[in-house]
């Protein structure tokens, strides 16, 4: 591809830059290719580094508070720099709370077209409890807004499409992808003896490990398991062989690549739907055969029993863990046929042709 005039695109998100998740792995992993492309990038979080670090503290509301004050503060004088870049790319929203005053801006006042990405159901009421007192100023309402003004929309899988195309014509799949050659570039190394099944994500999703808890706690009587968790806060459930490590950005990857077994559990709910699967994915590029609810996009990422495993019932999720406890090769055959569908359709060279079409 040509390098680019120079031209300038500047993404608004609300965390800061190398944070959450979301944005790692939606856009912040895209900017070097960005600027390999020519392109001049500017990340402009809602929050600082600063007032993040609260946010997901029990109490703290008045900090909190100010958090906000001073983001929306700044969020006024990002308005003002609106015309100088080429390319507005807004992931999820502009401000974390209230109605989508800036994205109005944006489209309507300073008649600028924008990309707007996002890779859950946030149309939807979801919200920790350590904020429930901000839950009621979320605005949910504003996100088929922001679709129906953005220039064109990008989600993470089909059920978020669907949403999407009742607003916007103009819409996108780009799935949550992995970067093989720079992040997840470790492989695990199965073992007969201990064998650790783990998981990871953040306190706001642990609400599914307990659908976990009786099939660990049979399997632990007779077998030697452990139940790795990788989170910012450690699980309220009971368990002999549970393992707590607390997540850090610095070790995250040699931390997942010490698991042997990786499960993602989920309800069936509409949030679930709009869930992009990236649990799963993340153990299927290190090797790791996951074990995934057959809910939202799951089924679309996993062929059952040849590059991961899908769980209907309940009872299916014993049946499952032990075959694989019991089994070292399926562990490394599955493990390698999900590390191959990683590369092929979920990694970050696969995608990065299709990202980069957004801004032409």
């Known amino acids: 591809m040509q390098k680019s005039m120079s031209k300038r695109i500047l993404f608004i998100a609300p965390y800061p830059n190398a944070q959450a998740p979301s944005q790692r792995f939606r856009f912040e992993q895209y900017i070097p290719a960005l600027k390999e492309a020519g392109f001049e990038i500017e990340v402009n979080p809602f929050l600082s580094a600063k007032d993040w670090a609260p946010l997901y503290k029990e109490g703290s509301f008045a900090r909190k508070g100010w958090s906000m004050v001073r983001s929306f503060i700044r969020r006024w004088g990002l308005m003002t720099k609106i015309r100088r870049f080429d390319y507005i790319f807004i992931h999820r929203e502009a401000s974390m709370i209230g109605p989508p005053v800036f994205e109005f801006i944006i489209a309507k006042v300073l008649r600028k077209k924008y990309i707007y990405d996002f890779d859950d159901a946030i149309?939807?009421?979801?919200?920790?409890?350590?904020?429930?007192?901000?839950?009621?100023?979320?605005?949910?309402?504003?996100?088929?807004?922001?679709?129906?003004?953005?220039?064109?929309?990008?989600?993470?899988?089909?059920?978020?499409?669907?949403?999407?195309?009742?607003?916007?014509d103009n819409v996108q799949i780009i799935p949550t992808t992995i970067d093989l050659e720079n992040v997840h570039n470790l492989v695990t190394k199965h073992q007969e003896d201990v064998i650790r099944i783990g998981w990871t994500g953040s306190h706001t999703t642990m609400e599914y490990l307990p659908l976990l808890v009786p099939t660990l706690k049979e399997l632990e009587q007779n077998h030697p398991i452990k139940f790795?968790?990788?989170?910012?806060?450690?699980?309220?459930?009971?368990?002999?062989?549970?393992?707590?490590?607390?997540?850090?950005?610095?070790?995250?990857?040699?931390?997942?690549?010490?698991?042997?077994?990786?499960?993602?559990?989920?309800?069936?709910?509409?949030?679930?739907?709009?869930?992009?699967?990236?649990?799963?994915?993340?153990?299927?590029?290190?090797?790791?055969?996951?074990?995934?609810?057959?809910?939202?996009?799951?089924?679309?990422?996993?062929?059952?029993?040849?590059?991961?495993?899908?769980?209907?019932?309940?009872?299916?999720?014993?049946?499952?863990?032990?075959?694989?406890?019991?089994?070292?090769?399926?562990?490394?055959?599955?493990?390698?046929?999900?590390?191959?569908?990683?590369?092929?359709?979920?990694?970050?060279?696969?995608?990065?042709?299709?990202?980069?079409?957004?801004?032409?």
């Not at 901000?134 to 605005?139: E, V």
């Not at 922001?146 to 899988?157: E, F, K, P, Q, Y």
């Not at 040849?306 to 009872?315: A, D, Q, T, V």
Request: aromatic residues 10%; hydrophobic residues 40%; proline residues 4%.
């Open 123 to 168: 149309w939807l009421p979801n919200y920790s409890q350590s904020n429930a007192k901000f839950h009621r100023l979320k605005a949910y309402g504003k996100v088929k807004k922001i679709i129906r003004w953005a220039d064109s929309v990008v989600v993470g899988n089909s059920f978020l499409a669907e949403y999407a195309s009742k607003y916007n």
């Open 228 to 360: 790795r968790v990788i989170s910012n806060h450690p699980p309220e459930i009971e368990l002999d062989c549970l393992e707590y490590v607390k997540w850090d950005k610095d070790s995250e990857i040699e931390d997942l690549a010490a698991i042997h077994i990786g499960v993602m559990p989920l309800k069936d709910s509409i949030w679930a739907k709009g869930k992009c699967g990236f649990k799963g994915l993340q153990y299927m590029s290190l090797e790791i055969p996951s074990v995934m609810s057959a809910v939202g996009v799951n089924p679309e990422i996993v062929e059952n029993g040849e590059n991961g495993f899908l769980i209907e019932k309940e009872e299916d999720w014993r049946h499952v863990l032990l075959q694989l406890i019991q089994d070292i090769e399926l562990r490394k055959k599955i493990g390698k046929a999900g590390h191959q569908t990683v590369k092929d359709r979920y990694s970050v060279a696969a995608n990065t042709p299709k990202y980069l079409a957004l801004f032409q």
